[in-house]
T-cell receptor
Framework: SQQGEEDPQALSIQEGENATMNCSYK?????LQWYRQNSGRGLVHLIL?????REKHSGRLRVTLDTSKKSSSLLITASRAADTASYFC????????????FGAGTTVTVRA | KAGVTQTPRYLIKTRGQQVTLSCSPI?????VSWYQQTPGQGLQFLFE???????NKGNFPGRFSGRQFSNSRSEMNVSTLELGDSALYLC???????????????FGPGTRLTVL
């Protein structure tokens, strides 16, 4: 079963706009990761955030983590056509369980 | 550095057959994980190998097995193929000891398996 669930399932935005997607998970975690998948580059790692961190940035990406709510968000600012992809959050199940469980993903379409 | 490579890229098999997929990790990476991706179930973790030992395992039947060689290259095998095994099989490698959830995973392009 999937640990994380992304919301919304799909998102369509205009180039230059921001895109926000959320991930909720069920059990305590050690870390949470975000990945992007498109047909051209396959599955690519974006950010890893540890359970004791609240926010991380990487370029135009901002990830927050709220362990009390068991949720994370990914913000893409000033979106580009190349950001069109599916975005997945991936978590472990905490403690000594380090295998990754992926959510179903959010499909983002950036319109020119 | 070359990325993660997987062979073959495409494979067509019939029910009941078995298949072996191969993954070569990024040079220096010792952890290799395998995932199955289908439209219905999404991305699911199969297993992870580190230093030739299976360290983590997902919830798949025993028909799915794997191994890792001393050069960190890995293979996965699926025996007695079923129609539901049709999927994209992805391999990922990472550098550090701490397991897939502790480290950035570098994914290969995948092997598309079709079972007829």
């Amino acid at each position: 079963s999937q640990q994380g669930e992304e919301d919304p399932q799909a998102l369509s935005i205009q180039e230059g706009e921001n895109a926000t997607m959320n991930c909720s998970y069920k059990t305590s975690i050690n870390n949470l990761q975000w990945y992007r998948q498109n047909s051209g580059r396959g599955l690519v790692h974006l950010i890893l955030i540890r359970s004791n961190e609240r926010e991380k940035h990487s370029g135009r990406l901002r990830v927050t983590l709220d362990t009390s709510k068991k949720s994370s968000s990914l913000l893409i600012t000033a979106s580009r056509a190349a950001d069109t992809a599916s975005y997945f959050c991936a978590t472990d199940a905490g403690a000594n369980d380090y295998k990754l469980s992926f959510g179903a993903g959010t499909t983002v379409t950036v319109r020119a | 550095k070359a990325g993660v490579t997987q062979t073959p890229r495409y494979l067509i098999k019939t029910r009941g057959q078995q298949v072996t997929l191969s993954c070569s990790p990024i040079s220096g990476h010792r952890s290799v994980s395998w995932y199955q991706q289908t439209p219905g179930q999404g991305l699911q973790f199969l297993f992870e190998y580190f230093s030739e030992t299976q360290r983590n395992k997902g919830n798949f039947p025993g028909r799915f097995s794997g191994r890792q060689f001393s050069n960190s290259r890995s293979e996965m095998n699926v025996s007695t193929l079923e129609l539901g095994d049709s999927a994209l099989y992805l391999c990922a490698s990472s550098l550090e000891w701490g397991g897939p959830s502790n480290n950035e995973q570098f994914f290969g392009p995948g092997t598309r398996l079709t079972v007829l």
